[in-house]
Structure formats: structure tokens, C-alpha cells
Nanobody
Framework: QVQLVESGGGLVQPGGSLSLSCTASGSIFSIDAMGWYRQAPGKERELVATITTRGSTNYADSVKGRFTISRVNGKITVYLQMDSLEPEDTAVYYC?????????????????WGQGTLVTVSS
């Protein structure tokens, strides 16, 4: 079993910065990608940013130029640096990972979600 744990959420004023982190644990054979999604009240969960095992990144148009995704620690930890935060960024942010994990005599694909961390941007 693989688990993801997020941290770093909180309250920040508009224009401020916040950094989120997510660490995976468990039996992982390889990492395909990790990323961040968010869900605001009354809205669907949406992509924020992703990063592949070779470092390719993808960002939602709404956060380009303001957010930066990165990874360390053997690629099992992923960060989201959020700058120039806006009230519209207020949401629960979820870490997401796609992995190959041991399964019986072989391996299987697995997608895992963290429990979420709340980011509130307000004055």
C-alpha cells in the first residue's frame, strides 16, 4: 500500500506565498508522475501542476507564472511553491501520484491521493 501525506496549508493574505509538500511512503517500484490538484467549494477537482519522473512539468493556465512544482528525496517528495496568491486560489489541495507497485509475482499501476490540505487566501 502507498500513502501520500500533504502539509503546508494555511491562511495567507492576497499577494503572499505558501509552500506545500507531499511525501509518498510504501512499496514503490517506480514513479510515473506526481502532482497537485485542488477543489474549491461547489466546484470540481482540477489540475494544478504535475511533474514526471524525467522532470517534465505541466501547469494549469490559472497558475502559470505563479506556482512552481518540484521534487526531491528520490522523487518521492513533491513540492508546490505558490507565489502571488489570489483569493481564487482558495481550495483544498490534494497530492496525487501514479506509480508501479509490487503485486504478487509482478507489478501493477496505482494512482494514490493524499488527504488534502486547506489553503485559504484572504485579507
Amino acid at each position: 500500500q502507498v500513502q501520500l501525506v500533504e502539509s503546508g496549508g494555511g491562511l495567507v493574505q492576497p499577494g503572499g506565498s505558501l509552500s506545500l509538500s507531499c511525501t509518498a511512503s510504501g512499496s514503490i517500484f517506480s514513479i510515473d508522475a506526481m502532482g497537485w490538484y485542488r477543489q474549491a467549494p461547489g466546484k470540481e477537482r482540477e489540475l494544478v501542476a504535475t511533474i514526471t519522473t524525467r522532470g517534465s512539468t505541466n501547469y494549469a493556465d490559472s497558475v502559470k507564472g505563479r506556482f512552481t512544482i518540484s521534487r526531491v528525496n528520490g522523487k518521492i517528495t513533491v513540492y508546490l511553491q505558490m507565489d502571488s496568491l489570489e483569493p481564487e486560489d482558495t481550495a483544498v489541495y490534494y497530492c496525487n501520484g501514479r506509480y508501479l507497485v509490487p503485486s504478487g509475482a509482478g507489478y501493477r499501476n496505482l494512482e494514490v491521493w493524499g488527504q488534502g490540505t486547506l489553503v485559504t487566501v484572504s485579507s
